[in-house]
Every structure is written in structure tokens, then in C-alpha cells.
């Protein structure tokens, strides 16, 4: 998607071409600087109008979502690159390593500040976060060789969404109740739910 935009300077005006890529780009480096988005803001230091950031965007939770969904596709490949176990073990130790990740300031901030965002963007399963989630912990079981533990015609799409949103549950609701989670004390009910698959 494409909008075009005319940028008046001292003595003539000049065309850019703005794309979504660029648009999300933007918003990502915005993000992790602010723990937030202005489109204002935003607008003005991409050096286009506010409407046309809209125009492009579509909205500031659009825009969000597809910020928040380039952060987790970079924690997950961080992630699975640090995994050192295979099977249920390999699964579980890139969940933990997400949820370390998950604790950064940029993010707790914004999960704290802006519960209702985040839980419109986060657990929405339309959302481009929580498909590019389940798209990616579906890569997990089969990199670390899980899908072979299961049987044959196990409904692992179906699979992958129930263990992030379990995963996922856990993990966010240490921003919302303020208690700390203890990944250990998810691990048993994640081997329950892989367990019942067989």
C-alpha cells in the first residue's frame, strides 16, 4: 500500500513515495524509544502529514499491531536461536527465553500503561500478533522435532494456538495483577496439554 505525499520546503515541494514497510519501520524505532506510539509525532519525523500516516497505517492499533508483531517475530527467532534442547524440552526452553525477553522496560512499560491496547492488539486472535504467535510456535514444534512425538493427524495449527494462549495468558498477566510469574510453575500444565495430543 502505497500513499503519496508532498513535503514543502524553502523554495519548492518534493514528492516521497511513504510504503507500509517504511511506515512500520518508523513505528517500531518510535516504539522502543517511547514505550508507546504518537501518530503526531511519528508523522512529524517521518516528515508527512498526520493524514497520510492514517492513510497508510489505517490506524493507530493497526499500526500497533503490526509493530508489536515485528517485536515478536524478532523475540521468537532470538529465541529459538539461543535453544539448546530438542522435544518438549527444546519447546519449553524457547517459551522461557521468550517470556525473559518479554520482560523488557520498553515492553513492561507499555503493558502497564496501556493495559487496554495491549490487550485489544494481544489477544485478539485476528490479530496479526497472535496469528504471527501460533504461526511461529508451529516452526518451534517442528524444528525441535516435537511433531514427531505426536501422532499422525494431531491438528498441530489447533495445537500451536491452544500452547500460546496458555503460554501467552501466563506470561501477561504479570503486567496486569502485578504478580511475578514463575515459568516453572506453567511447565506441568504445558506437558499436560502436549501429553493429551497423543
Do not use: C
Not at 160 to 181: D, H, P, Q, S, W
Not at 183 to 191: G, H, N, S, Y
Request: aromatic share 8%; no cysteine; hydrophobic share 45%.
Amino acid at each position: 500500500m502505497r500513499a503519496m505525499v508532498t513535503v514543502v520546503g524553502d523554495e519548492k515541494a518534493s514528492r516521497r513515495v511513504v510504503t507500509r514497510e517504511q511506515v512500520v519501520r518508523a513505528g517500531v524505532e518510535h516504539f522502543l524509544s517511547r514505550s508507546t506510539i504518537d501518530m503526531e509525532d511519528l508523522a512529524v519525523s517521518m516528515a508527512i502529514s498526520r493524514a497520510t500516516l492514517y492513510r497508510v497505517a489505517g490506524s493507530r492499533d493497526a499500526l500497533l499491531d503490526d509493530v508489536l508483531r515485528a517485536l515478536t517475530e524478532a523475540m521468537f527467532a532470538e529465541s529459538r536461536e539461543a535453544r539448546t534442547a530438542a522435544g518438549f524440552d527444546g519447546v519449553v526452553e524457547i517459551s522461557r527465553h521468550f517470556g525473559e525477553l518479554l520482560r523488557s522496560p520498553v515492553l513492561e512499560t507499555f503493558l502497564r500503561q496501556e493495559s487496554e491496547a495491549a490487550s485489544r492488539i494481544l489477544f485478539t486472535p485476528a490479530g496479526g500478533v497472535h496469528e504471527s504467535a501460533v504461526a511461529n510456535q508451529l516452526a518451534v514444534f517442528r524444528e525441535t522435532g516435537l511433531t514427531d512425538e505426536l501422532p499422525p493427524g494431531t491438528d498441530l495449527p489447533h495445537l500451536a494456538f491452544l500452547y500460546v494462549r496458555m503460554v501467552g495468558a501466563f506470561l501477561y498477566a504479570e503486567f496486569f495483577t502485578g504478580k511475578k510469574a514463575d515459568f516453572d510453575e506453567l511447565v506441568p500444565a504445558l506437558r499436560s496439554l502436549l501429553n493429551a495430543a497423543h
